[in-house]
């Protein structure tokens, strides 16, 4: 029973707030420097964390400040397409002349396989003044010929047996139009070699035109080879 009273009075004097023991007690949870795990330690970690991190965030952002004010020119970010085949090499297999000669540069080929060519779509192509003066989009059927012609690339070439011989349009399936391609646009058009019957000179082609890397056109082909 003594002992609870002692115990009950010890208590009664640290939590009375006008405690005298209580004013001169050392801070609650400080521990001697000589024991390992201290909360002032864990308290100085976090604030150096805190620190570091702020210090980190202010480099960061004076990096970004730096690489903004150093930031290129927009004429000098987007590099051009790639050459393959120039249009005087694309002339020497596509049999098409001006105005109908819609295939610009060849920028990926793949011998027998596929090719990837584009078409600068400008004002002062042909077709403009007429389809539509107000509003100029190219038409649909020539963005079918455009493709057709990259797929000619593939077919004449001396890897699918082919040669600088005319080529007509089989069959056209499964055309679609999405997006209007208006003057301005860059088309640039993949055709994949599906199937070739070397026997009768008829080929299978895939292909997919696009503006800005969304496809305005797509569609499967049939054509054939003939002198």
Known sequence: MASSILSHSIFSTLNSPHSPALENAPPPFSVSAK????????HGVAANFSKTRRSLTAACAASDDHACSAELPIESRYPAFPTVMDINQIRDILPHRFPFLLVDRVIEYTPGVSAVAIKNVTINDNFFPGHFPERPIMPGV???EAMAQVGGIVMLQPEV????????FAGIDKVRFRKPVIAGDTLVMRMNL???????????????AYVGGEVVCEGEFLMAMGN
């Open 35 to 42: 024991q390992p795990f201290t909360t002032s330690r864990s």
């Open 142 to 144: 020539l963005m079918v």
């Open 161 to 168: 047996g082919g040669s600088s011989s005319s080529f007509f």
């Open 194 to 208: 599906v199937k070739l019957q070397k026997r009768f000179g008829i080929a299978k082609l895939e292909g997919k």
